[in-house]
């Protein structure tokens, strides 16, 4: 893929990027939906009823820090640092776990709590936005254990940075939209 | 118009920022968190939370989407439908009188 | 070289845009007749008052299916199936950027056509009208498949557009032949350009539309039910935001085909090349902010409807401006009225009564008027078949020497033209009155002291010269195989890089990459000599060999959506097995695009 392009730029990232443009409207028009129905539940429970801070709020910081294991892994595989893109790539993985876990535990315990799906309209937009969230943070970890795996097979070399560029944005991408949401969603109540 | 190669040799940022840029993005999100818990706050935090939201989110895309030395035309591509979506949500929170005029 | 084999495994395989394009045409081809055929019921049940033919539960069916087909499984893939074969020969490129990824468009769009029409064969076609408007499609109204079927079918479809989408933005704006700067770039392309950008944007509000109707139909949410504290408006309005650049995504390829078609037989470049190509951008960036005019009579309050009336009627200056160029290229130019530019004028003048009828309803008292009559049935279709489809057709004939290597007849053209131009002002232009003298639109008969018999009968005898014209084109298509003139490079003296290579092209399109010098490379007498024609390929070129994993990846989406309408988890589990096995063996298959 080092074919010359007419705008100098690698067809995979300007591709990529169409994407994360693109994604953009699909997560617009799901806060907006929940922002239009904020307030409109019949029956509760409520946002402040049972939205916890504090676990959403290390629940960011974990996919903060692994976004900053992301960069640090491409640092590593830009400068053919293979040993430590391992580590960092590992580190981004299980970053997204955690943070996966978490998301079960939360939406576990709120339906233990009552809210469901069908519970009222905060449930039904709760769910669905920060579902979908959840499903790219999935798609997410997916893409990164394979290249993890890859680079333990010695498969993925300084030669695949642009893969490696390319995951990154897809993973700060799902970063930025949790920034969005942990805002609009848990602290403005 | 001419014929380049994809340009690999754009710096990317070293290790040492990307780790002051997570140190903001740190303080910054305790912040956050410190405001939803002060009663002070109360009248101006819907506009300070989305203030450092938006902060944080520029940071990420400057930084660690490398948007701030990687070609104009990925900043293009990326605003562009960023800004729809954006007056795409503020035309329907009007539509949906989520925001009053004049109040 | 498997580029160049024949037999069906290597079509199954292809990842040539022009075998792709070639693919999407017929296909788009047999869905448009199919379109056509549940029209020419519709027309027939509404010959006269109280028309028996069909019941009201079929009625509903056909005019649901013909709006989807003709929107998203003929005409949105028609323009595709020109996107596909003649883009990259315009950019001077060898194919697409993403080979694969385009024969993976084709085969969803394929799948999800026939899932969305399999539905006849339950007796459960939509029936919701091609808007679907919520509370219409609840459980509660609609407890049937039809919806299910709809809502899977487009998301399917949606799948198809975005991934082509990324594609052709990819393939203009980084494949483009040294020299040929983006203010050189024909306007079929700039304007295929805007489309996707288009539909890179409006797709993914349908498709969270669609999910959220999903989840109210398949796990009991109340997205847009107010019993559980919903609102059925929240549809409308992500439906209209796709859907007013959907009708972009629509004319704007048209508009370019016919600003291609009209330069070469007027034997004049564009007038105001660089306005035209604004004006489309304009238009493509304008059609973001006038939605809600399809929804004034919801009662969006006066601030709403006086914005979107304003916005809505600023767009006719862009289009106007388009017209004005489109015309002053006519003037003083050595005009030849071939088929094509018979349909391309055609498309002016239907064109701007579609737009003159659509300035009308920008205003939101007029509008209360036409709203849900024949009224706005006559607007859709003067742009929609007056304008897209005579765009279309008129970049069959231009178009159809060089996909096919032989010329479309001139006299049969003759005749489809003018039977098409007579049979749609019959049908179409009768339902301006009608409309307005009180028929509402989707039902499926009137009663004779409404007045308007006779002119539906009319329009129905439109309607079926249209089917009479349609068959001469098909015949002519058939005939032209055999007996058609050999086309040669260039029938038309075209102006652009496509028409510098041999009808049909070779699998690489270009022996040597043309340098290009001007907007109309193959008009100035210096490019001449820059564009090799036919010159001695100095190394053979490199034609990637064909995948399976695009089509089988592709086949995952159905296979999810019969899960999902039979309610059969392991089924979807199985489709998401199919679509990760895929997508890892496309991702690691040595293949050299």
Same mark, same amino acid.
Not at chain 3, 207 to 215: C, N, P, S, Y
């Given at each position: ?45 409520? &946002? ?44 981004? /993985? ?23 799906? @069908? ?71 | 118009?001419? @014929?380049?190669?994809? /340009? ?18 740190? !303080? ?6 410190? %405001? ?68 | ?106 085969? %969803? ?60 933005? *990819? ?36 498709? %969270? ?23 059925? *408006? ?34 004049? &470049? ?32 006066? !601030? ?248 089988? /990846? ?21 489709? *998401? ?17």
């Amino acid at each position: 893929m080092t074919h010359a392009t007419s705008l100098g730029l690698d067809s995979r990232k300007l591709a990529f990027w169409t994407f994360i443009g693109s994604e953009c409207l699909l997560f617009g028009s799901l806060i907006s939906t929940y922002l239009i129905y904020k307030g409109k539940s019949l029956v509760g429970p409520y &946002p402040p009823e049972i939205l916890d801070i504090p676990f959403t709020s290390f629940s960011t910081f974990d996919l903060l820090m692994s976004s900053l294991w992301m960069v640090l892994a491409l640092a590593a595989v830009q400068r053919g640092d293979m040993k430590w893109a391992k580590v960092w790539l590992f580190g981004t /993985a299980l970053g997204g776990l955690i943070f996966l876990g978490g998301q079960v535990y939360e939406f576990s315990s709120f339906v233990h709590e009552g809210l469901t799906l @069908q519970r009222n309209i905060f449930g039904a937009t709760f769910f669905v936005l920060t579902g979908c969230h959840g499903a790219h943070v999935t798609v997410g970890v997916i893409w990164l254990l394979t290249l993890w795996v890859r680079a333990l097979q010695g498969k993925l070399g300084p030669e695949h940075a642009m893969t490696v560029e390319i995951t990154g944005l897809y993973w700060h991408f799902v970063d930025v939209v949790w920034i969005v949401i942990f805002t609009l969603v848990y602290l403005i109540q | 118009m001419d @014929q380049g190669t994809p /340009a690999h040799d754009h710096s990317h940022p070293t290790a040492g920022t990307y780790i002051r840029v997570a140190t903001i993005l740190l !303080i910054i999100t305790v912040v956050e968190v410190g %405001v939803f818990y002060v009663p002070a706050f109360k009248p101006v935090l819907v506009p300070t939370l989305l203030m450092l939201s938006a902060v944080k989110f520029t940071l990420v895309v400057m930084f660690y989407m490398h948007l701030k030395m990687d070609s104009r035309f990925f900043t293009f591509i990326f605003g562009g439908p960023l800004l729809l979506a954006s007056g795409m949500m503020i035309g329907l929170l009007f539509l949906f009188g989520v925001f009053v005029l004049g109040r | 070289m498997s580029a160049s084999a024949t037999g069906l495994r290597s079509w199954l395989t292809t990842t040539d845009h022009k075998r792709i394009g070639l693919l999407y045409f017929w296909t788009a081809f047999v869905f448009f007749l199919v379109g056509g055929l549940e029209a020419l019921v519709i027309r027939a049940q509404l010959a006269g008052p109280n028309g028996t033919l069909v019941s009201a539960e079929a009625f509903n069916q056909l005019f649901t299916m013909h709006a989807t087909t003709m929107v998203f499984l003929a005409l949105m893939p028609l323009t595709a199936a020109f996107f596909n074969y003649i883009v990259p020969l315009q950019i001077g490129a060898r194919d697409v950027a993403f080979p694969r990824l385009n024969a993976f468009s084709y085969w %969803v769009f394929l799948l999800g056509g026939l899932f969305m029409n399999a539905s006849f064969l339950f007796g459960a076609a939509p029936d919701g009208g091609w808007f679907g408007y919520a509370n219409l499609t609840s459980k509660q109204y609609s407890p049937g498949l039809n919806i299910d079927f709809w809502l899977l079918g487009l998301q399917i479809l949606g799948i198809a557009s975005l991934a082509a989408g990324f594609n052709f933005i *990819v393939t203009i704006l980084n494949l483009r032949a040294p020299g040929l700067k983006m203010m050189r770039l024909p306007v079929f392309t700039w304007m295929v350009l805007v489309t996707q950008f288009l539909i890179i944007t409006a797709f993914p509000v349908i498709t %969270v539309a669609l999910v959220l109707l999903m989840f109210d139909r398949f796990f009991g949410t109340s997205f847009y039910l107010p019993a559980g504290g919903g609102n059925p *408006v929240l549809w409308q309005h992500l439906f209209w935001i796709f859907g007013h650049p959907e009708v972009y995504i629509l004319i704007l390829p048209a508009m370019g085909i016919v600003s291609e078609v009209l330069p070469t037989f007027s034997r004049k &470049p564009l007038f105001g090349y660089t306005v035209v190509v604004y004006s489309g951008v304009l238009i493509g960036f304008m059609g973001w902010g006038v939605w809600s005019h399809h929804m004034f009579s919801v009662g969006l309050g006066p !601030i709403a409807d006086s914005f979107f009336a304003a916005t809505t009627l600023l767009i006719a200056i862009p289009t106007g401006v388009k017209i004005f160029n489109w015309i002053a290229t006519l003037w003083g130019g050595q005009i030849r009225f071939a088929a094509a530019m018979k349909f391309a004028l055609g498309f002016i003048a239907m064109f701007i009564i579609g737009g003159l009828s659509g300035v009308s309803h920008a205003a939101p008292p007029a509008d209360l008027q036409q709203t849900d009559t024949y009224y706005v049935v006559a607007h859709i279709h003067y742009v929609l078949f007056g304008g897209t489809v005579f765009g279309l057709f008129a970049g069959m004939y231009y178009w159809w020497p060089k996909m096919t290597g032989r010329l479309l007849d001139e006299r049969l053209g003759n005749w489809h033209f003018w039977l098409t131009f007579i049979g749609m002002n019959l049908a179409f232009f009768p339902m301006h009155f009608i409309g307005l003298l009180g028929m509402p639109r989707r039902i499926y008969t009137y009663g004779p002291e409404l007045g308007v018999s006779t002119m539906n009968l009319v329009s129905t005898i439109g309607a079926f010269l249209i089917g009479i014209a349609a068959l001469i084109f098909v015949y002519n298509m058939w005939r032209t195989r055999r007996h058609g003139a050999v086309a040669g490079d260039d029938p038309w003296g075209g102006a652009t890089l496509e028409w510098s290579i041999s009808s049909p092209p070779p699998p690489h399109n270009f022996d040597v990459i043309p340098t290009v010098a001007s907007r109309l490379p193959r008009w100035s007498a210096t490019q001449l000599k820059a564009i090799p024609e036919g010159a001695e390929t100095a190394a053979p070129v490199h034609v990637p060999a064909g995948s399976w994993w695009p089509l089988i /990846a592709a086949s995952s989406l159905p296979i999810m959506a019969t899960g999902a309408i039979g309610r059969m988890l392991p089924v979807v589990l199985a489709g *998401v097995a199919i679509l990760i096995v895929g997508i890892y063996r496309w991702a690691y298959e040595p293949f050299e695009a």
